[in-house]
Nanobody, 119 residues
């Protein structure tokens, strides 16, 4: 079974920074895309950023220039560096991976980590 384990959420003031990490483990053959989504109560989960195994990165317009997604393919880990955080970035952030394991291709989610931007 594949697991995605997140860390790094918390409370930060507007203009501050946080770094989220997500490590995938289990019977993994390869991971195609890996990245982060976020969700606030009453709204759909939305893409924040994702990166393919070949290095192609997609960002939501709302985070371009402020967030940076990096990926260590050897460690099956992604990092989301979030700078100049705004109150509207407050959400539960979920790691996501499109993984080829001994069960075939599947999308997996982490348990979520809360990010709160408030003074």
């Amino acid at each position: 079974q594949v697991q995605l384990v997140e860390s790094g959420g918390g409370l930060v003031q507007p203009g501050g920074s946080l770094r989220l990490s997500c490590a995938a483990s289990g019977s993994i053959f390869t991971i195609y895309t890996m990245g982060w989504y976020r969700q606030v109560p009453g709204k759909q989960r939305e893409l924040v950023a994702r990166k393919t195994s070949g290095g192609i990165t997609t960002y939501a317009d709302s985070v371009k220039g402020r967030f940076t997604l990096s990926r260590d393919n050897a460690k099956n880990t992604v990092y989301l560096q979030m700078n100049n955080l705004k109150p509207e970035d407050t959400a539960v952030y979920y790691c996501n991976g499109a993984v080829y394991s001994d069960s075939g291709w599947s999308k997996f989610w982490g348990q979520g980590t809360q990010v709160t931007v408030s003074s």
